[in-house]
């Protein structure tokens, strides 16, 4: 059974940043492409990131280029979004996502219950 458990969220000021962990569980983790999403609130899921099986390649949705890294450990099953500068449209529910295949599907990837990221003005 996929479980995707995600933390590190909080409220945090713009400017300021702050690093989500995803712990993954019940599937062969380094197989797997994975990715975060995000939603705020009376919007859709948003992509934000995704990140190779091994590590090597990473995308990034334009609106957080340069300002989020995606990282992950295999070693670990663990996953990471280090989140810089963050600005007040940043603010959702973040989540965790194992890909079907090399990218983010909002109906085949499966999602954890994500964590809340708020960012004040």
């Known amino acids: 059974q996929v479980q995707l458990a995600e933390s590190g969220g909080g409220l945090v000021e713009s400017g300021d940043s702050l690093r989500l962990s995803c712990a993954a569980s019940?599937?062969?983790?380094?197989?797997?492409?994975m990715s975060w999403a995000r939603q705020a609130p009376g919007k859709g899921l948003e992509w934000v990131a995704t990140?190779?099986?091994?590590?090597?390649?990473?995308f990034y949705a334009d609106s957080v280029k340069g300002r989020f890294t995606i990282s992950r450990d295999n070693d670990k099953n663990a996953l990471y979004l280090q989140l810089n500068s963050l600005k007040t449209e940043d603010t959702a529910m973040y989540f965790c996502a194992r890909d079907r295949g090399t990218g983010f599907s909002e109906t085949d990837s499966v999602r954890g219950q994500g964590t809340q990221v708020t960012v004040s003005s």
């Open positions: 990140i190779s099986n091994t590590g090597i390649h990473t």
């Open positions: 019940g599937f062969t983790y380094d197989a797997y492409y």
